[in-house]
């Protein structure tokens, strides 16, 4: 089949939830993907911020396919060595006491919420609890993780979701507070709003609402699961915020390429929360995500990845806030780290759509922001290599 025929057979085939950009993908080579025709791509997406590593790291692969001739899957009824290493590195590098794997950013966001409901029931002795979330929020297409996601757009097919959610303004203390009831069991945000558009919480909000949950025996939980694993420079964002959450969530990066989510949280919150009964799942934390994890932080310390991310991202900032100066289309840059935004007066999608045409991966968030999530190994001859042809990808735009 040729490239068109591929297109053609996915579009008949596929359920059509996604409008597709026209490019069928064949392999990747560190931060390069290859299409069928050989077209090669600079990428600056990393498949959602999932690819941290980029493509085909060596060590990555190897540790997979030992993995693949041992054990892929057993149950969670029985105890398995993998996932057992990975447990112990990701509790390690987030300070939490307890982790369930899952199988998607979704799944962990299911979790959480369960979590902090038992955590209420217990507290309280009953059920029907209220969780705050944030406007513009993103955390997944479950009904539960849709009910905590603040776009009318997407929930309102759906109606009724589960009851029991108010929405706050994403860093604007006084609306969280406000809808605070004795029956809150929860606030929940993106310690970096992703899909909303890339606003990085604010420092004296997120201390706020941190003391306000104290004060209240309310949980705070933050969504990692596009902001976390390395990409701001601290492993978990919330790390350069001096302020803990209860329970956080974590997937896309946390094994660069194979589904696998969790949720964590502190020993305080596993003793009151989910027990045997409670919650479950066939392939969550099975062996082969597990070595998958495993191998993903084994390889971030050998190859000093927070650091590299420091280093590169300041770069990196420099050359789009040299953009943003230059173009008057283009009105603000906001992110931290390799997760970044432009706010873009232009049409994103077609500027995304453009840069495919030169040779760039890149996406969009909310309805005016392209965004950067590279893989985190990207050096600064890549940012060199990125800003030509998004300024071609403008001007073919601009030229209509
Ligand atoms: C992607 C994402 C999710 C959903 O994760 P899936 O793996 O797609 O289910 C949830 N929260 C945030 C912040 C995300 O970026």
Redesign the pocket.
């Known amino acids: 089949m040729n490239k068109q025929e591929y297109i053609n057979a996915a579009e008949q085939q596929l359920l059509h939830t996604y409008n597709r950009f026209p490019l069928v993908l064949d392999h990747g080579e560190g931060v390069y993907l290859y299409d069928t025709d050989g077209k090669e791509y600079l990428d600056f997406t990393a498949g959602?911020?999932v690819c941290a590593l980029g493509y085909s790291n060596e060590e990555y692969k190897n540790a997979l396919k030992a993995q693949v001739d041992s054990l892929l899957h057993t149950s969670n009824l029985y105890y398995n060595t993998p996932v057992t290493e990975a447990a112990g590195k990701v509790l390690a590098a987030s300070d939490m006491d307890r982790i369930f794997f899952t199988n998607?950013?979704?799944?962990a966001?299911e979790g959480a919420i369960k979590a902090a409901k038992k955590y209420a029931w217990t507290r309280d002795g009953h059920a029907g609890h209220e969780i705050i979330a944030m406007k513009h929020s993103?955390?997944?297409?479950s009904i539960g993780?849709l009910s905590v996601t603040g776009n009318a757009h997407y929930q309102e097919p759906f109606e009724p979701l589960m009851p029991g959610v108010q929405f706050a303004e994403f860093n604007h203390f006084d609306s969280v507070k406000e809808l605070v009831t004795e029956n809150t069991c929860a606030v929940i945000m993106?310690t970096v709003q992703?899909?909303g558009g890339i606003y990085p919480v604010e420092p004296d909000f997120l201390k706020q609402v941190r003391a306000l949950c104290d004060e209240k025996d309310i949980l705070l939980v933050l969504?990692e699961?596009?902001c976390g694993m390395g990409r701001t420079g601290n492993m978990f964002a919330w790390q350069h915020y001096g302020v803990k959450p209860d329970i956080m969530?974590c997937?896309?990066a946390l094994g660069c390429g194979v589904p696998v989510?969790a949720f964590l949280m502190t020993q305080k919150v596993a003793d009151k929360s989910l027990a045997p009964g409670d919650h479950g799942t066939t392939y969550g934390g099975n062996p082969f995500v597990g070595a998958a994890v495993s191998a993903v932080f084994d390889i971030f310390e050998k190859q000093h990845i927070l650091e590299h991310v420091n280093d590169v991202s300041a770069y990196f900032e420099e050359k789009l806030d040299e953009l943003v100066k230059k173009y008057d289309f283009l009105t603000a840059r906001r992110g931290m780290g390799l997760m970044q935004g432009l706010v873009c007066e232009l049409p994103v999608g077609k500027v995304a759509a453009e840069a495919l045409n030169q040779g760039l991966v890149v996406i969009t968030a909310g309805a005016d922001v392209l965004r950067f999530v590279p893989p985190l190994v990207i050096e600064k001859k890549h940012v060199d290599e990125m800003v030509p042809k998004l300024e071609k990808a403008f001007a073919a735009v601009s030229a209509g």
């Open positions: 959602i911020a998607s950013g979704t799944e966001i993103f955390h997944g297409r993780a993106e992703g899909e969504d699961i596009q969530t997937a896309k989510g």
